[in-house]
C-alpha cells in the first residue's frame, strides 16, 4: 500500500492550499483516511477524518470552518482544501488509513504517506 502526499507550499496568512492523498495497492472500501499534521517541536496532530465508504467526516476544532476534507473514490485520491491560512496552520501534513472508524489518534491508522510541508508566512 502506498499514500503520496502532494500539494504543499508556501502561501501568505489568508491564502489557500488543496493537499491530495494519492492511495494505491488495495481497495479502501470501508477505510477511513485521515490528515495529521506535525509542527517543528510539537506532537503528532490530527487534523480531519474523512470515511472511504459513505463520506462521513470529523475534523479538529482548530480548522473547522477553514478546512474541509473530500474524496474521489474514482481515483483513488483524498483531498484537504485548506482556506484562511493561518501561521498557526504551518506543518508538514500528513495522509494516513486504517479500517478502525473515523480516530483523532495516530493509533488507529495502519498506513502513512511521507508528509507535505505546508508553510504560512509573510
Known amino acids: 500500500v502506498q499514500l503520496q502526499a502532494s500539494g504543499g507550499g508556501l502561501v501568505q496568512p489568508g491564502g489557500s492550499l488543496r493537499l491530495s492523498c494519492a492511495a494505491s495497492?488495495?481497495?479502501?472500501?470501508?477505510?477511513?483516511m485521515a490528515w495529521f499534521r506535525q509542527a517543528p517541536g510539537k506532537v503528532l496532530e490530527f487534523v480531519s477524518v474523512i470515511s472511504w465508504s459513505d463520506g462521513n467526516t470529523r475534523e479538529a476544532d482548530s480548522v473547522q470552518g477553514r478546512f474541509t476534507i473530500s474524496r474521489d473514490n474514482a481515483r483513488n485520491t483524498m483531498y484537504l482544501q485548506m482556506n484562511n491560512l493561518k501561521p498557526k496552520d504551518t506543518a508538514v501534513y500528513y495522509c494516513a488509513a486504517g479500517p478502525h472508524g473515523l480516530k483523532l489518534t495516530s493509533r488507529w491508522y495502519k498506513y502513512w504517506g511521507q508528509g507535505t510541508q505546508v508553510t504560512v508566512s509573510s
Open positions: 495497492g488495495r481497495s479502501f472500501g470501508g477505510y477511513f
